[in-house]
């Protein structure tokens, strides 16, 4: 598959898979912080609080592809790749480091089957064959 329809295939699924950890990572926090009120407090803490900050690069990342796949400039191959490589570094479970961002996603795909899952689809998707940088856009 070429790079291009992978990162707009990588999209929802990264989408779906951060709205699973920031779910998973909201009900850390309420067992230890107590309730989430009301949406504008999580939103305030999400954006601002240490506990969510592993998550971040991910809602960074997002928007990134969302840049890319609606800039009306070209987007070279290697653009696309370099991407897709930084895709496959954002989902940490295979790392072996022992950074939180890597425990607390491991915990995560270990927690919630839905999340292991989730995984297992991007990374399906994020396998790069040299087929794939040959045909790419």
């Known amino acids: 598959m070429p790079a291009y329809e992978k990162l ?9 898979l951060h709205k699973s950890l920031l779910d ?10 107590g309730p989430i009120t009301s949406k504008g407090e999580l939103f305030r803490l999400v954006i ?3 506990w969510f900050e592993w998550l971040r690069p991910i809602s960074q990342f ?11 400039q070209p987007v ?3 653009q696309l790749h370099a991407l897709l490589a930084e895709a496959r570094d954002l989902i940490p479970l295979e790392s ?9 996603y ?13 995984h297992a689809d991007m ?11 040959d045909n790419s856009p």
Do not use: F
């Not at 998973?24 to 912080?33: I, L, M, N, P």
């Not at 072996?96 to 607390?104: G, I, P």
């Not at 990374?123 to 940088?133: A, C, G, K, P, V």
């Open 106 to 118: 491991q915990r995560a795909v270990q927690n919630r089957p839905e999340i292991a899952m989730m």
């Open 96 to 104: 072996a480091d022992d950074s939180e961002t890597v425990v607390r």
């Open 24 to 33: 998973a990572e909201q009900d850390s926090y309420e067992r230890v912080h």
């Open 62 to 72: 997002i928007v990134r592809i969302d840049e890319t796949t609606k800039s009306k």
């Open 123 to 133: 990374m399906d998707l994020l396998e790069i064959s040299q087929d794939d940088r």
């Open 76 to 78: 070279s191959p290697n």
């Open 48 to 50: 601002g609080d240490e």
């Open 8 to 16: 707009i295939k990588l999209r929802p699924l990264l989408l779906k």
